[in-house]
Nanobody
Framework: QVQLVESGGRSAQPGGLLSLSCALS????????VGWYRQAPGKQRELLANINVGGVTNYAESVKGRFTISRDNAKNTVALQMNALKPEDTAVYYC?????????WGPGTQVTVSS
């Protein structure tokens, strides 16, 4: 069973930047795509970005132009660079990995954006 572990979540000021990382315990090429969701208090989980085995990326409109997803195939990691942070970016951020119809999730990492 693959395990995913996120890291990098912390507090930041509006306009600041953060970088999240997710480490997979298996070869990242096993998965059709990997990516990031977030869930803010009282809200549904929101897909932010994903990247497939070919390196094609997709972004939610809410983060397009501010967040960048990338993958390191040698290290089996996927990263999320977050720039121009806003208070509404405050949430728990989850990494996922999908193989066909099966998804595996990390435990999440908290990001708080406030002045």
């Amino acid at each position: 069973q693959v395990q995913l572990v996120e890291s990098g979540g912390r507090s930041a000021q509006p306009g600041g930047l953060l970088s999240l990382s997710c480490a997979l315990s298996r070869n990242i090429f096993v998965f059709n795509d990997v990516g990031w969701y977030r869930q803010a208090p009282g809200k549904q989980r929101e897909l932010l970005a994903n990247i497939n085995v070919g390196g094609v990326t997709n972004y939610a409109e809410s983060v397009k132009g501010r967040f960048t997803i990338s993958r390191d195939n040698a290290k089996n990691t996927v990263a999320l660079q977050m720039n121009a942070l806003k208070p509404e970016d405050t949430a728990v951020y989850y990494c996922y990995a999908r193989k066909l119809h099966s998804c595996v999730w990390g435990p999440g990492t908290q990001v708080t954006v406030s002045s």
